[in-house]
């Protein structure tokens, strides 16, 4: 977690996303990819004393017209069968496609099937594994909370498994897992290649919408008076 003062919290599932977030002012915490995990660095967050949230990262594409580092800014997640509402004044600073929803999973949507059967059935454009659990966490605390995400694979494209399996608990790659599926499956390479490719996209997205962040943490005060 970073030392930053400011009151807004922002999640992320990885360490990677975390970085890009060094010089915003803003209070970090790292999930490590995993639900359970976003919900206890939201509440720990919350418990610090942030007074918004922000879930921050990639998601996977669901709607087929989003590529690689798309941002966007949904008006809502939709988490368990509920719509959590995004608030309006902490998202519009927040550069992105304005999406109607995204969908808060709880595990990661690897087949271009799948996803697809999502977007007919939800309607989602995106889905992550994080936005469900700090939409909730802000609802409990009433505190406001937004989204920002930048799509990392499209909807038409399957994610290899060595992407996600060979995450350890804070969301970094264990380089020795990682070996061990590639020689098991050496496929898997090509996949993670153009994974790579894609990576790169939405790290420059996401790092050009950080600006968005410092002007919400330079405008701290007012953060203090949003209601949820």
């Not at 966007?72 to 550069?95: H, K, M, Q, S, W």
């Not at 271009?112 to 992550?128: F, H, I, N, P, Y």
Request: proline share 4%.
């Amino acid at each position: 977690m970073s030392n930053a003062t400011s009151t807004l919290g922002i999640v992320v599932g990885l360490s990677a996303e975390a970085r890009l977030l060094n010089d915003s002012g803003c209070v970090v915490a790292v999930g490590g990819g995993t639900p359970l995990g976003a919900r206890r660095m939201a509440q720990k967050l919350v418990a610090d004393g942030v007074t918004a949230l922000i879930s921050f990262g990639f998601a996977g594409g669901l709607d087929p017209a989003w590529c690689p580092g798309t941002l966007i800014v949904p008006d809502a997640v939709l988490f368990n069968g509920r719509l959590f509402d995004c608030n309006e004044r902490l998202r519009a600073p927040l550069t992105g496609e304005r999406i109607r929803c995204l969908l808060a999973g709880d595990a990661v949507v690897a087949l271009a099937e799948e996803k697809q059967r999502l977007w007919r059935t939800t309607g989602a454009g995106a889905v992550d594994l994080e936005s469900g659990e700090v939409a909730e966490v802000a609802e409990t605390a009433g505190i406001p909370f937004a989204v920002l995400r930048a799509v990392l694979d499209p909807a038409g494209r399957d994610l290899p498994s060595a992407a996600t399996s060979a995450l350890d608990q804070y969301g970094r790659v264990a380089v020795l897992k990682m070996a061990g599926i590639l020689a098991r499956h050496p496929v898997q390479i090509i996949g993670l290649i153009a994974l790579a490719r894609d990576a790169s996209r939405a790290r420059k997205a996401l790092v050009g919408s950080a600006e968005g962040l410092r002007r919400l943490a330079a405008g701290d005060a007012n953060l203090r008076g949003l209601s949820p």
